[in-house]
C-alpha cells in the first residue's frame, strides 16, 4: 500500500526506495543505530502506521521514543575528489545555511554542499558554534593539522635589497 505520508517521511529520514524495500546507508554523521531505528519506528507510529520491530529494547525505545534525535547538521572532511582534505559543510534541506557557509573566506559550491579549505578552521569553529553544527573526526583532525601548520609557521622580516645602480 503505498501511503504519501509515510513515502516523505521515508525521505526526510534519509532512506532511499531500492528495489522492494526503504534502504538507508549508515555513516559517521546517523548517530547509532539502535536509534535511528527507533527514530524511524517512532515517527512512522506516529503517522498512524503499524510497526514490527522484533527487538524488544527496540520497540520499547520507538513506543517511549527514547532515542536522540539525528543530527543534521556536520562539518565533515572529504576524502576523494577535487576537494580532498576540504571541509564539507551539510545541513538539512530545510535549514537556510547556504548565505551563512557561502560567507567563509575560500568557500565554495560542492553541490550539493558548501566546501572550506581546512586552514580556515577559526572560522568553522564559529561556524560550528553560531549554528550547531557537529565535527566529524576527520574534520576535526584536518582543522588541528592545519591549526599546528599554521602554529609552527616561521615569521620571518625579510632584510631590505640592496637599490639597483643605473648608469
Known amino acids: 500500500e503505498k501511503i504519501e505520508s509515510f513515502r516523505l517521511l521515508m525521505h526526510e529520514l534519509g532512506y532511499r526506495w531500492k528495489g522492494s524495500a526503504w ?28 510497526v514490527r520491530i522484533y527487538n524488544e529494547a527496540l520497540r520499547c525505545k520507538a513506543i517511549d521514543a ?59 569553529a564559529d561556524l560550528a558554534e553560531a549554528h550547531d553544527f557537529r565535527v566529524s573526526p576527520g574534520a576535526q583532525e584536518a582543522m588541528t593539522a592545519a591549526r599546528a601548520a599554521h602554529n609552527g609557521a616561521v615569521v620571518a622580516a625579510p632584510a631590505d635589497a640592496p637599490a639597483a645602480e643605473y648608469r
Open 23 to 50: 534502504q538507508r546507508d549508515i555513516g559517521v554523521t546517523a548517530g547509532a543505530i539502535d536509534d535511528r531505528v527507533a527514530e524511524a519506528g517512532n515517527k512512522t507510529l506516529a503517522l498512524g502506521i503499524p
Open 66 to 124: 527514547d532515542f536522540e534525535p539525528e543530527h543534521k547538521r556536520w562539518l565533515t572532511k572529504l576524502v576523494s575528489g577535487e576537494y580532498s582534505n576540504w571541509i564539507c559543510i551539510q545541513w538539512a534541506r530545510e535549514d537556510d545555511l547556504y548565505a551563512a557557509a557561502k560567507a567563509l573566506p575560500g568557500a565554495r559550491y560542492y553541490k550539493p554542499h558548501v566546501v572550506v579549505p581546512p586552514d580556515q578552521y577559526e572560522t568553522l
